[in-house]
């Protein structure tokens, strides 16, 4: 009797917990769980978007495995997100460091600071393509960067930093970096507010240097937010593409390609759904990969 | 069970309003005054709706021809090929009856050159039997713009009648610091065209088919020489910086503020420098031919049209509609309002001059629409990115030769025609 | 101090480079399509006020500026509860599948969509729910779930047991602790995911074109596309909108940053 009611009481509790977190299963479910399996489905066909659909197995996977434009595509999302993680973050961090302290004007820095990732992609666009245009107009630089350069004294940096494929990349992920960092900014910040106060004054009155006590207070509190904006940033920038399309339209031949345009022009240039579809499966598997490889490195260093 | 409940749908009854789907956005103003208009005359409500940008239009109606829900009147962006698997598909009505009536008066109102665009011939590729499918509500074509002012200013009397002397042209406007050409070639399509024009003009329109069916390599001479056409542009400095990278709506900035002497537009570019440099002294002439071996050939066809639902209940109306909507005074109204070249041929008359030279182009156009088939996607996507690759330096002729070439075997061999 | 005026150079440095585009788009919207390229000076020689007037009458600004609030509240104010309350059991409560269901959310944000709009819609028509209000606000209400879920966890999991100890024993029932103290403990969390999702919901365009079909239904950023037409733009007037559109955004950001900053209120610690 006693054991009848203590399951009775444990499925109970179960059931209400599930109920939790019933609601975004349903939603997820049907917003996701299916498109996702039709979308699993799809890659082993070869359709159009319009018309039969044809099963070819895996082909579109194998295809895909010696498609070396795809693979570059990826090794180009992964280079943007290198600068991302590093110099992004980097900056977020600092900034997000130096507003937490009482220091002036903390009130405007956090204000401006968000500006970039509020400005719609078009304005980016629009922005960036002014500032970076390598023309010349009556003897002008028609740019604003190379303008500045030719008349600051470094004429021999003017350079078409959006055509030349040795710079094309790397310009792009600096202007990624800068419309993103707004988000590491507040997210770190608001994990810097949570550290109690109390033990930097432990720290302090332990008599521990502005370092000692960053490493051994700082550090270890935020490693959980610290890898929220690590898999943030890894999945916002390995997925980036509008940013590409508004400053370098169809892509500096394929230098500039990332996975998400490849799969948008496998759909609509060259109508072939079931491999963009496969393209979609792989480039998911990579990112759970890493963010999983991630996860295990960040625990790791929790415990050191 | 949400399934279950979902799946009591009626078909649709037929009805006085008309739902029209479109990604126009400088014409959506137009439109729907028209649609008032034509509501006051026939009492058929016409809902215009529009969806932007096209990207994102063409998304919609993939989507919306998966679930069967498909407004009565749209418009197909994309490959002939996918216009004939909407036709087989049964999603866009066979007009030939409504064109080919009065003894084809509809018809013979609009440019043959404009209806060829959704219209299959005998014998076509595609297995759709052949009539006219859609309605072309403007006429478009590509060609070479030339600054009147800029040219002057470096001593230039005339525009270039061959390539040759285009050259040299453009050496002239280096000299007194003006940039030569500009176009939208971050756009793969108008590089397509302006390598298509110069394909033509080289080894004429024969040989471009037979190497389409892979009976012709693409490292054969006269392919060479299309891509050498590109690197005699680079070498020579005739185009501006960036402009693999450079998406049209830049390139038509560009022109409009007299950055560049030269360069390569549809005939929508009027409404453009209108808009931004109503000062802007310009002429309309053909790409400059490199060979007298054939005729060099514009790109030129119907710039918009309309389908017709063929599972419309309404599809009588929505066909009276787009009937109207192309008729000649319509069309004046649309001409007027976003500066496009109608496709109705009394209502040419009333466009503005620069226009008017636009449009004598039309006769020697052709366009991929009308061909008999068109190149394998991959295959064009190869060959135009190959260009670009010359043009930054990257590759020589040769070598995209070769790769374009290597796309093209491995396509024939999938069968993916 | 010269550190402190090295941070302080260092924070001016970025502030400028991150105002300079809003001075840009706001100095655009004053000029004309003629000038908006040439005119280099600072401030426009010429200041066209029609722009803004424009912009609001022609773009329908009115109905679609409706729109988008009514879809940024209902689905920040879905994606709040949802999230939280899903956060808050695979925090901090046991059942069966909760590994599996929660890595489910996570993966989800790793494998991108972009082929499956057609499926989605396919869905969405069967479930009479495209050009539907609903239809769009549960489908971007998915779209923020898992880093919403994941950003929640993450701070739940910081709370500190004994709480939630006193709590129970105080006789608090789940929903009183996720109520009472998991949500004001994770007030910097929902500051984050309010504006993370208003951003993402106010800047939409591309599921709304999708699955919205009536004008009236369209939210703002549907306004603005009017003004970049196919082939011409009309800069001046497109600044205009951009503005307008980008200052209810700034204003729940800075409505929103304040509770960042008051991380801990008083009452978590004692308890």
Same mark, same amino acid.
């Given at each position: ?34 498109? +996702? ?17 044809? +099963? ?20 180009? #999302? ?24 009482? %220091? ?85 910040? #608001? ?10 004054? #432990? ?15 700082? %550090? ?5 937010? %610290? ?36 799969? +948008? ?26 963010? +999983? ?12 | ?136 509500? *403007? ?114 900035? *560009? ?133 670009? *690759? ?28 | ?68 609030? !009514? ?69 971007? !209400? ?50 984050? !995911? ?78």
């Amino acid at each position: 009797m006693n054991q009848k009611a203590k399951i009775t009481a444990i499925v109970k509790d179960n059931l209400q917990n599930f109920l939790f977190v019933l609601p975004a299963v349903s939603i997820f479910c049907i917003f996701y769980i299916y498109p +996702f399996y039709k979308m699993i489905n799809l890659s082993f066909y070869d359709w159009r978007g319009i018309g039969p659909m044809h +099963f070819i197995g895996i082909s579109n996977y194998k295809e895909l495995m010696g498609d070396n434009l795809w693979w570059d595509s990826i090794g180009h #999302a992964g280079y943007i997100t290198l600068i991302a993680l590093t110099f992004q973050n980097a900056l977020a961090f600092a900034l997000a460091w130096a507003c937490d302290r009482e %220091i002036r004007m903390k009130r405007f820095y956090r204000m401006v600071f968000f500006i970039p990732p509020v400005l719609s992609e078009v304005v980016v666009g629009l922005i960036w393509n002014w500032i970076l245009n390598p023309e010349m107009q009556n003897g002008q630089h028609i740019g604003l960067l190379n303008h500045l350069l030719y008349n600051s004294g470094f004429p021999q940096l003017v350079h078409d930093w959006l055509g030349d494929p040795k710079t094309a990349l790397t310009t792009i992920a600096i202007v990624n970096s800068w419309k993103g960092f707004g988000w590491g900014f507040i997210i770190l910040l #608001a994990g810097l507010q949570t550290i109690d106060r109390q033990l930097y004054e #432990a720290a302090k009155i332990d008599g521990a240097s502005a370092w000692k006590t960053f490493t051994n207070v700082t %550090i270890p509190m935020m490693l959980p937010v %610290i890898l929220v904006v690590v898999i943030l940033t890894i999945l916002g920038c390995m997925q980036v593409f509008v940013l590409i399309l508004t400053m370098v339209n169809e892509g500096l031949v394929n230098h500039t390609d990332v996975p998400v345009t490849r799969i +948008f022009s496998a759909m609509q240039n060259t109508n072939r759904f079931g491999y963009a579809c496969a393209e979609a499966v792989i480039f998911g598997t990579i990112l759970v990969c890493v963010s +999983f490889i991630t996860k295990r490195l960040t625990d790791k260093a929790k415990q050191a | 069970m949400l399934f279950a409940l979902a799946g009591c749908a009626q078909a649709p009854q037929p009805s006085n309003k008309l739902i029209l789907w479109h990604w126009m956005t400088d014409r959506n103003d137009a439109f729907q005054k028209l649609a008032q208009e034509y509501q006051q005359e026939t009492g058929v409500e016409v809902s215009v709706q529009l969806f932007a940008p096209s990207d994102s239009y063409s998304q919609k109606v993939i989507a919306a021809a998966q679930a069967n829900v498909l407004p009565d009147i749209y418009g197909i962006l994309d490959k002939k090929s996918i216009v004939a698997d909407f036709i087989k598909s049964g999603l866009a009505a066979d007009l030939t009856g409504a064109m080919d009536a009065d003894g084809g008066s509809w018809k013979n109102s609009l440019f043959d050159k404009a209806l060829a665009d959704r219209r299959f011939d005998e014998g076509n590729i595609y297995g759709v039997k052949p009539g006219i499918y859609g309605v072309p509500i *403007d006429v478009t074509n590509e060609q070479m713009l030339y600054n009147k002012k800029l040219l002057a200013k470096a001593g230039i009397k005339k525009p270039p009648v061959n390539f040759d002397e285009f050259i040299n042209d453009a050496q002239a406007l280096k000299r007194v610091g003006i940039t030569p050409f500009v176009s939208g070639w971050g756009e793969l399509w108008l590089l397509d065209c302006f390598a298509s024009n110069y394909a033509f003009n080289i080894m004429g329109e024969e040989k471009i088919f037979a190497t389409y069916r892979g009976q012709v390599k693409y490292t054969d001479p006269d392919w060479i020489k299309v891509f050498n056409l590109f690197a005699r542009l680079r070498d020579n400095g005739v185009l501006i910086d960036g402009i693999v990278t450079k998406g049209n709506k830049y390139a038509e900035q *560009d022109f409009a503020l007299e950055r560049a002497a030269f360069s390569f537009n549809g005939s929508w570019c009027v409404n453009v420098y209108h808009e931004m440099n109503p000062g802007l002294d310009y002429g309309v002439m053909s790409p400059p031919p490199i060979s007298s071996a054939f005729p060099l050939k514009i790109w030129g066809s119907a710039g918009s049209s309309f389908v017709v639902n063929a599972g419309s209940p309404n599809k009588d109306k929505a066909i009276a509609f787009l009937k109207w909507l192309t008729a000649k005074d319509q069309q004046l109204v649309l001409a007027r309002e976003t500066y496009n070249l109608p496709s109705n041929k009394e209502a040419i008359f009333g466009v503005s001059p620069i226009l008017e030279e636009f449009a004598k182009g039309m006769n020697q156009s052709t366009h991929p629409n009308i061909w008999p088939l068109n190149e394998d996607p991959s295959v064009s996507e190869a060959f135009d990115k190959g260009i670009q *690759d010359i043009i930054i330096g990257e590759k020589t002729p040769l070598q995209v030769a070769g790769d374009v070439q290597t796309v093209k075997d491995r396509q024939m061999a999938q069968g993916n025609r | 101090m010269a550190k402190s005026t090295f941070t302080h150079l260092f924070l001016m440095t970025v502030a400028v480079s991150c105002l300079f585009p809003l001075f840009w788009m706001v100095r655009c919207a004053f000029m004309t399509n003629e000038t908006v390229f040439v005119d280099k000076a600072i401030i426009p020689h010429h200041l066209n006020f029609g722009n803004f007037a424009i912009a609001w009458t022609k773009g329908n600004f009115a109905v679609f500026f409706l729109n988008s609030v !009514i879809y940024t509240v209902s689905v920040v104010m879905g994606i709040v509860l949802i999230s939280s309350l899903a956060a808050f059991a695979f925090s901090r409560l046991r059942f069966p599948g909760k590994n599996i269901l929660f890595y489910m959310f996570v993966a989800a944000m790793m494998i991108p969509l972009p082929g499956s709009f057609v499926a989605l819609f396919v869905l969405m028509s069967k479930l009479h729910l495209v050009n539907t209000r609903f239809g769009y606000i549960l489908c971007m !209400i998915n779209v923020g779930l898992s880093m919403s879920i994941l950003l929640f966890k993450t701070f739940f999991d910081k709370m500190p047991n004994e709480l939630e100890d006193a709590a129970r024993i105080d006789g608090c029932s789940k929903i009183g602790i996720w109520w009472n103290m998991a949500m004001p403990f994770a007030r910097p969390a929902i500051a984050v !995911i309010v504006i993370f999702n208003s951003l993402n919901v106010w800047n939409e365009y591309i599921l709304a074109t999708l699955l919205l079909g009536d004008t009236k239904l369209m939210p703002l950023q549907r306004g603005l596309v009017v003004f970049q037409g196919a082939n011409s733009t009309d800069y001046p007037v497109l600044m205009a909108g951009l503005t307008m559109a980008a200052i209810p955004i700034i204003m729940v950001y800075l409505f929103m940053q304040k509770h960042i900053v008051k991380g801990l209120s008083s009452g978590e610690m004692v308890g």
